[in-house]
């Protein structure tokens, strides 16, 4: 799961600091339990391709420069 994320991530599907569909949308849109998407959003998390803003999403983090 989080390599399917990571691809629609780096083909353009979510821009640099915007949000990606929350943990329902993507449980609905793969048919996957909610575990399988919190672990694929916290493994892009800790390789630094997410990052969480409590209370407001999770978002694509922007390449460093």
Not at 35 to 52: E, K
Request: aromatic content about 6%; overall charge positive.
């Amino acid at each position: 799961m989080a390599g399917i994320l990571a691809a629609r991530i780096r083909r353009g599907d979510w821009q640099p600091n915007r949000a990606i569909p929350s943990e329902s949308q993507l449980v609905q849109e793969y048919g996957l339990a909610r575990a399988t998407v919190r672990r694929a959003i916290a493994v892009l998390v800790d390789q630094g391709v997410l990052f969480v803003v409590p209370q407001r999403g999770t978002f694509v983090k922007p390449e460093s420069q």
